[in-house]
């Protein structure tokens, strides 16, 4: 089995897992539509992640659905490809599971080193008959990067910059995933703009992975505590959608071969606001 299409450009969200459920197949099915390549949505928290996945893949036709990510602490591989495994044939080919190692501060007292934490789970996964190709590993840092590319399609890292998107694509070299999200404000005012950004990314702050990835992209503690101009401008692209594109081509012209966009916008908007910012992210970018 080959790697899941994604196209060069996807969207994550949080809605389309825990929103109303009818409503965010409706909204999956629009961006299946728009031509959006992969569809992202998260597992970290656990739950009936493969339920929601069932559910959006009944929902679309084209459009690879991937989860980013599932926690490797929060199902057992067995559980994951029992349900993998009773997919169809055509489902298969859609579905990518980016799988994950979490944060030790959120896991507490099980965490372990997330190297041979991730490549174990990984290997029980493609034992029962998952295939690596259709996995990718939330991978930040060199030695979770270099993984993915021996165990999995390659890599989907989170809150990062193009300059992650060039050292990853340099460990893994051609022919690997490449797929980071990237955060986007549909806003043109720097002020409101950068506090949407802020809010989005200020629980963020106190996660180990992330903060040592961070300083690895040179952004310093002074800058990650202040939640600076530059920091934020690092992380998100703001803007209107001249600015959103001009963020992905950074990604991609860095060795990414797909970028997908996470929309961040004021709190209780609801999801027919994130389905007029993907209409105009897919007029602009598709």
Known sequence: MSVPPVGRIGIWSLELRFGDPGE???????LDELGFGAIWFPGGVGGDVTGDFSRLLNATKRATLATGIINVWKHEPAEIADWFNGLSDVHKARALLGIGISHGPLIGEAWGKPIPVTRDWVEKLTALGVPGDNQCLAALGPKM??????????????????EHSRIAREILGPGKLVAPEQGVVLESDPTVARNLARGAVDHYRALPNYRTNWHRLGIDDADIEAMSDKFIDALFAWGGVEQIAARVKEHLDAGANHVCLQVVAPQGQGMANQRAAWRELAAALL
């Not at 990067?145 to 193009?162: F, I």
């Open 145 to 162: 990067v270099a993984l993915s590319g021996e165990r999995t399609a390659g890599a989907h890292p989170y809150l990062v910059t193009p």
């Open 24 to 30: 965010s197949a409706e909204a999956a099915a629009e």
